[in-house]
């Protein structure tokens, strides 16, 4: 098992690319649809690992329903900031999604924070810090973070997003999000 030690790792910076293992870490740009190679170490786990969590954060970015349920398993179970208490299945987060995208008046920011990852040769596990920023089709601009853990699932070879849990911190005394915590 190998666990990051909390390092920042900011959307953007490896797109399209992954660390293919080896011990010079060279990137290799992968193409739309390819898959990691099942030969990797437990460190490129990890890399593939932080690699779709990018790709997510760019599918969201792009507003891209396809790009982004495909890096979703079929039995997603998805804990979102709004109700229900959950989503369940990918045609349940498909519509999730396209009912959010449509209310941004652009691109929707998402940028990965302080993530940490733990691998094993089957299954992973995530957490980290997501900044979500942006503007509103109602004109309001968003920016603040939110708290994301991810489970994770090789099945022949390809990882996919099992279940995420997103979540605000509340203040239970006004029982309201707090909205302006920063890492």
């Given at each position: ?7 920042r790792w900011l959307s953007g910076s490896t797109i399209g690319g992954y660390l293919d293992g080896n011990l010079g870490g ?132 390809r990882w996919t997003i099992t279940h995420e849990h997103v979540s605000l911190p509340v203040d239970m005394r006004s029982r ?8």
């Amino acid at each position: 098992m190998i666990v990051s030690s909390g390092e920042r790792w900011l959307s953007g910076s490896t797109i399209g690319g992954y660390l293919d293992g080896n011990l010079g870490g060279q990137p290799h740009a992968r193409q739309a649809g390819e898959t990691m190679r099942l030969e990797e170490t437990m460190p490129g786990v990890e890399a593939a690992i932080r690699e779709l969590l990018e790709r997510r954060s760019a599918a969201m970015g792009a507003k891209d329903i396809e790009w982004l349920m495909s890096l979703y398993s079929n039995d997603i179970v998805y804990f979102d900031l709004v109700p229900p208490l959950r989503y369940v299945g990918s045609n349940a987060l498909r519509e999730r999604f396209l009912d959010w995208f449509p209310r941004w008046s652009g691109p929707i920011g998402q940028e990965l924070g302080q993530l940490d990852v733990a691998a094993g040769d089957a299954v992973a596990a995530a957490w980290m810090l997501i900044r979500a920023h942006g503007a509103l089709k109602t004109g309001a601009n968003v920016d603040y973070w939110v708290r994301v853990s991810n489970a994770f699932r090789r099945s022949g070879d390809r990882w996919t997003i099992t279940h995420e849990h997103v979540s605000l911190p509340v203040d239970m005394r006004s029982r309201t999000a707090v909205l302006d915590l920063t890492p």
